[in-house]
């Protein structure tokens, strides 16, 4: 598997790397993790993790391209993975994420190993958040062209959801036998903790909103900030929970002219500590406007029970009014209504939750997630002994 993140991190990317990993392991599988110099070191793995040598002038965590990272870490990381590739009985090349796919599709030139893509996300929704120094439209542009080609370079593609797939098979011209849906899995044993928690207790002196992931901007930290203002002028009980590992600098100055800075608390903390604050939180929000994958913390929060409130782009699973709670792209006072009507309402939250819960029970697992990766695998490598092609577009041509 390449990873071209930091690994292992508590974040979507290198989360589904990680259990889709110890998932296969735990199926008989041998796999090897070729990722960067950086993670958090101190989490074991059952598998090898490979890494590249240390690069003192990168330590960043969150996600994004960098112009250093495509012009030195991810070379490096290509060589590593030939090296990989050479010294052990490898099979395949399971490539996370674009910058992986590259990576791989570099390597594979010396080692002509059929290539598996897992398809997160669509670079042209996601890169126009990202720092590049060029214009928005330009991101936008260059991300399309990039979902329309690169896709190709592999022999079969994992994507995460069925948003994905469709547009991968319609805009990139992938054939739909070369396209499958893998979704993510979850740990609802670890959240079943947070079942326990005290969220509706009469005598709780405030109602707790929790937000748990990066806040990098394409997670509409922004968004989630003025909704919340709104609301807390119609409650002063209410308290804002974000637990994470970034920095809330960025931020600082909006909360305080919005006059909430007080109501916000800040976790510092990774997956361990989810279970706890989820717990004591009444309603968990998803902010984000577009994401064409599955957020990892919308699973996290529907393992965990939790009434869900999500904007309408990224509320992937959600059943609106039955298993969580929904609000149009970008409407900021539908946002704050909407917390105000779920927090007035407790035994509705509270039935949201539970039908959340049961629905990631059911259909959400990682021991799920690799029985289907396997499947990709094993049809990948009988076409390649076959010797037929392998990801081929609608038009039959490679």
Known sequence: MVAACPFPYPRGTPVRILRMAEALVARGNEVHVVTYHHGDMNE???????????????????PGPTYQKLLLIDPMLARKLRTVVREHDID????HHYEGLLVAAAARRATKHPIVYDAHTLLESELPFYKLGLPASWKRGIGRRIDGWLPRKAEHVIAVTDRIRSHLVRYAGLSPDHVSKVQNGVESAHFAAAMNGTRWRDDSAERRVVYAGNLSAYQGI?????????????????????????????????????????????????????PEEFGRAHLAVNPRTECDGIPQKLLNYMAAGLPVLSFAGSAKNIDHGRNGWIVKDHDI????TAILHLLARPKLAAELGA??????????????????????????LAARAGGTAGNRNAGGGR
Do not use: M
């Not at 074991?44 to 969150?62: E, G, N, Q």
């Not at 968004?223 to 919340?228: E, I, K, P, Q």
């Not at 929970?241 to 970034?246: A, E, N």
């Open 44 to 62: 074991p793995t059952p598998f090898p993790v490979h890494r590249i040598a240390d690069v003192k002038t990168y330590r960043k965590l969150s």
């Open 92 to 95: 395949l090349i399971h490539a």
């Open 222 to 274: 922004e968004l989630l900030l003025h909704a919340f203002a709104g609301a807390c002028k119609q409650r002063r009980d209410l308290k804002l929970v974000l637990v994470t590992g970034s920095r809330f600098d960025a931020y600082q100055e909006l909360a305080r002219a919005l006059g909430i800075r007080d109501r916000i608390e800040i976790v510092q903390g990774g997956f361990e500590r989810l």
């Open 333 to 336: 006072p539908g946002f704050a």
């Open 355 to 380: 039908r959340a819960r049961a629905l990631v029970l059911e259909k959400s697992t990682w021991e799920q997630t690799a029985i289907n990766t396997e499947a990709v695998y094993e049809k990948v």
